[in-house]
């Protein structure tokens, strides 16, 4: 009877320790068996559930960590529409991994995550590139991706997937949001790069077509102040502090300054764009309240 018991006993424990086993979630770097699982919800992240189709506000962005990255992840690919992966992106972009870039680069070159992409996956691109920018402050591999993507061929070349419906200039949209993106690198290189842009021209980094020779010069006049924003916050203010209330205060003053008008007269010639400099308070309101 006593052996019996015991032999009871025992296969009791082993059941529960091997069906704990099989049901448990892999411990992530620096997690152990009382922090969260990565499939609960971590209170400073409940932001990006309520609002996923949007870019998370400074505060948000300042409290994610390295330890968040396995429930980003996971919320990122169990997000049913590309649109509503926008905030989880973002927040990804300021973990800024190697396996974070291979995720956004991925979905940049062989589609944002459908065999057949609808129309809103350019826009999808636009924010996955956007933080790329922001990766690319810590992250090498992140800012040499960018210094290829600044090339309309590189993307003709690379990039395997096409959007329903869309227009020859894709490639160009592509190109000049790199370009764009540059400027949230922080980096002086990018600022090598976009004079570069502006002294030599569009060479190697757009088609012939003029609308997107426009959308390279007008991209680079956007990461040009961003650049020169970061500069005048410093590194890490402006990486916390991306889209606050400080950096749309030094955003104005740059583009009002000496130097913004004469990146935008570049941009946008007063003998091909008269509208604008008929009234540049106006035209400065609207990018102010269009972009960022």
């Known amino acids: 009877m006593i052996t019996r018991i015991l032999l009871l006993a025992i296969g009791i424990l082993c059941s529960a320790f091997f069906g704990r086993a099989a049901g448990a979630e892999p411990l992530v770097a620096g997690s152990s068996p009382t922090e969260a699982k990565p499939s609960e919800l971590p209170t400073h992240l409940q932001w990006t559930r309520d609002n996923p189709?949007?870019?998370?506000?400074?505060?948000?962005?300042?409290?994610?960590?390295?330890?968040?990255?396995?429930?980003?992840?996971?919320?990122?690919?169990?997000?049913?529409?590309?649109?509503?992966?926008?905030?989880?992106?973002?927040?990804l972009a300021y973990v800024g991994d190697d396996e974070v870039f291979r995720l956004f680069s991925e979905a940049l070159t062989l589609g944002p995550g459908s065999k057949t992409?609808?129309?809103?996956?350019?826009?999808?691109?636009?924010?996955?590139?956007?933080?790329?920018?922001?990766?690319a402050q810590t992250n090498e591999l992140a800012f040499q991706f960018l210094t290829q993507a600044i090339d309309h061929e590189w993307w003709k070349r690379e990039r395997t997937w096409r959007e329903k419906g869309e227009t020859p200039s894709g490639n160009g949209f592509l190109a000049g949001a790199s370009v764009w993106a540059l400027g949230l690198t922080a980096r002086s290189e990018a600022g090598v790069i976009l004079d570069r842009i502006r002294t030599e021209g569009w060479n190697?980094?757009?088609?012939?077509?003029?609308?997107?020779?426009?959308?390279?010069?007008?991209?680079?006049?956007?990461a040009k102040r961003y650049l020169e924003i970061s500069r005048k916050m410093g590194g890490q203010a402006f990486r916390d502090g991306l889209f606050g209330a400080e950096f749309k205060r030094y955003s104005l003053e740059w583009r009002k300054s000496e130097e913004g008008l004469k990146w935008l007269e570049w941009a946008c010639p007063k003998d091909g764009w008269p509208w604008i400099w008929k009234d540049l308070d106006a035209h400065h309101k609207f990018l102010e309240s269009r972009f960022d």
């Open 117 to 135: 992409p609808d129309k809103g996956n350019l826009g999808v691109c636009f924010e996955l590139l956007f933080g790329m920018g922001v990766m």
């Open 204 to 222: 190697n980094l757009s088609s012939k077509d003029p609308r997107e020779r426009y959308d390279v010069a007008a991209n680079a006049y956007e």
């Open 53 to 91: 189709d949007k870019r998370p506000p400074p505060e948000v962005r300042r409290a994610v960590r390295a330890e968040d990255k396995a429930w980003l992840m996971r919320e990122y690919h169990g997000q049913p529409k590309r649109g509503t992966r926008i905030a989880i992106a973002w927040l």
